[in-house]
């Protein structure tokens, strides 16, 4: 007797005979590849409410289910990567009213004059847009992010709010290239631009960092002293000042406050400053 036996009353008789470890009778089958497939970006995210603090409007917006998203690696510049997702294109929070945007870490109360600074510069001329109800484009993720910089700009947030901005608009830049395949010649001239774009945001994130190093205290945009300086040297060594670069990394080594892993990707990042000057 099938464990599976005592369906046949609810019609679903012959399917009594399925074994547990064999799917080889299941009708139309799908591969494992094609089970994948079957992830949607949509099902790590979820939609909350926000309030925005310049207008009191109260929008949606689609936001990481953390407790699903799995995390698997990171490039040199810290950007995460996620299965099935690109996480970078959800943090910036925008209100589709007003045309206030932040990245999530930032997204939050803000004292009278900088929502008089956002009011003159920025509500008064924005046109309404609607609510993100599904997914975003890296077209549109790039847009929002761009909007969250104008932000920052005109509210003078620090220097490391905008670096942060920047860098992490690299990261949407650099997701965008990464997702055109086919090596057509248009598309590799699409793809130079992108990396163009990217490396002007780096720049930026690199100068925004260093200065915010300078006159600013820890935490710089969430990170303290040492990941800090770890980020500064890899985007030093993209710009190939890697005497300034090689510095930094040896203070993370020399640092007690330090991680194991942070040693661990000093060094990494010491053999390629090494590799390059050699050449
Ligand atoms: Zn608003």
Wanted: some cysteine; proline content about 4%.
């Amino acid at each position: 007797m099938s464990i599976l036996s005592g369906l046949s009353n609810l019609g679903l008789g012959d399917l009594e005979d399925l074994k547990v470890y064999d799917d080889n009778n299941i009708k139309g089958k799908v591969s494992p590849e094609e089970k994948e497939k079957t992830v949607d970006e949509i099902d790590f995210l979820l939609a909350k409410e926000y309030e925005c603090p310049v207008c009191n409007a109260k929008f949606k917006q689609m936001v990481l289910r953390s407790n699903k998203a799995r995390m698997i690696g990171q490039d040199m510049d810290l950007r995460p990567h996620y299965y099935y997702i690109d996480v970078t294109k959800y943090d910036v929070i925008m209100c589709p009213h007003c045309g206030y945007a932040a990245l999530l870490r930032y997204f939050g109360p803000l004292p009278k004059p900088h929502r008089e600074l956002i009011k003159t510069n920025i509500s008064s001329k924005f046109k309404e847009t609607e609510e993100p109800k599904g997914i975003i484009s890296y077209e549109e993720a790039l847009v929002r992010y761009k909007i969250a910089l104008v932000n920052a700009i005109v509210r003078q947030a620090k220097n490391s709010e905008k670096a942060y901005i920047c860098l992490k608009t690299s990261w949407v830049l650099r997701g965008m290239r990464e997702m055109i395949d086919q090596n057509t010649p248009e598309n590799e001239k699409k793809k130079a631009e992108l990396l163009l774009q990217e490396k002007e945001y780096q720049k930026n994130a690199m100068e925004g960092f260093i200065a915010a190093r300078g006159n600013e205290l820890p935490p710089i945009a969430g990170m303290n002293e040492v990941a800090a300086d770890y980020l500064i040297a890899v985007l030093l060594v993209q710009f190939e000042r890697y005497a300034d670069a090689a510095k930094l990394v040896q203070g993370v080594l020399g640092s007690n406050k330090a991680t194991a892993n942070q040693k661990d990707k000093a060094r990494v990042l010491i053999g390629e400053i090494k590799n390059a000057l050699s050449k």
